[in-house]
Each structure stands twice: as structure tokens, then as C-alpha cells.
């Protein structure tokens, strides 16, 4: 069974960071792009990062950049997504997603297994 866990949400004061973390399991995704996409209440799920297989290139939305940073550890099928100086509007649900094409997507379209998602909440 293939799964995506992501873990490492929480409640954070505006100007914290958080890291979250995705282990994927059931097979191997060292050769997927990977991303994180946010949905916030009231909001269509939306594009913040994805790196690509082997981490050398990244893209970010222009709301995060500067902010967060995608990495990825391909030993541990795990992918990360460290969050500094955060603010009130980056509240919502984080997903990580793996496009099996292994290729950088913006749009969720184009990633095929997705996780239940770890909620982000910044008080001001």
C-alpha cells in the first residue's frame, strides 16, 4: 500500500518556523518529483514547493520564496519542508504529493499519490 504521511504541523506564533516531514512507504520514490501543496479554509489547494528527484532543482511559489526551503533525503523516502518566518496567511492544511513523472508540476493535476495532509495554524 503506498502512503505519504506528513507530520510536524502545529500551532506557531508569526515570525516561528516549523519543518514538516513526508515519509512515503509502499514503494520506492526516489525517482518522483515530490511537492507540497496548502489548502486553506474556504481556499482551493494551492502550490508552495517541489523539488526533483535527485534535489538539485526546486521551485517555489512566490508567496513562500525566500521563506521555505524543500529538501529531500532519498535514503529515508522522506521529503521536508522547513518553514521560517511564518505568517498568519500561510495557515492551512500542508500535503506532499509525488508526481511519478519526475518532473516539476505547479499543478495538482499532475501528482499521483497524494498524503492526508498535517494542519499549519500561524496566530499573529
Known amino acids: 500500500q503506498v502512503q505519504l504521511v506528513e507530520s510536524g504541523g502545529g500551532l506557531v506564533q508569526a515570525g516561528d518556523s516549523l519543518r514538516l516531514s513526508c515519509a512515503a512507504s509502499g514503494r520506492t520514490f526516489s525517482r518522483d518529483a515530490m511537492g507540497w501543496f496548502r489548502q486553506a479554509p474556504g481556499k482551493e489547494r494551492e502550490f508552495v514547493a517541489a523539488?526533483?528527484?535527485?534535489?538539485?532543482?526546486?521551485y517555489y511559489a512566490d508567496s513562500v520564496k525566500g521563506r521555505f526551503t524543500i529538501s529531500r533525503d532519498n535514503a529515508k523516502n522522506t521529503v521536508y519542508l522547513l518553514m521560517n518566518n511564518l505568517k498568519p496567511e500561510d495557515t492551512a492544511v500542508y500535503y506532499c504529493a509525488a508526481d511519478t513523472d519526475s518532473t516539476i508540476a505547479t499543478q495538482d493535476v499532475f501528482y499521483d499519490y497524494w498524503g492526508q495532509g498535517t494542519q499549519v495554524t500561524v496566530s499573529s
Open positions: 523539488i526533483t528527484w535527485s534535489g538539485i532543482t526546486t
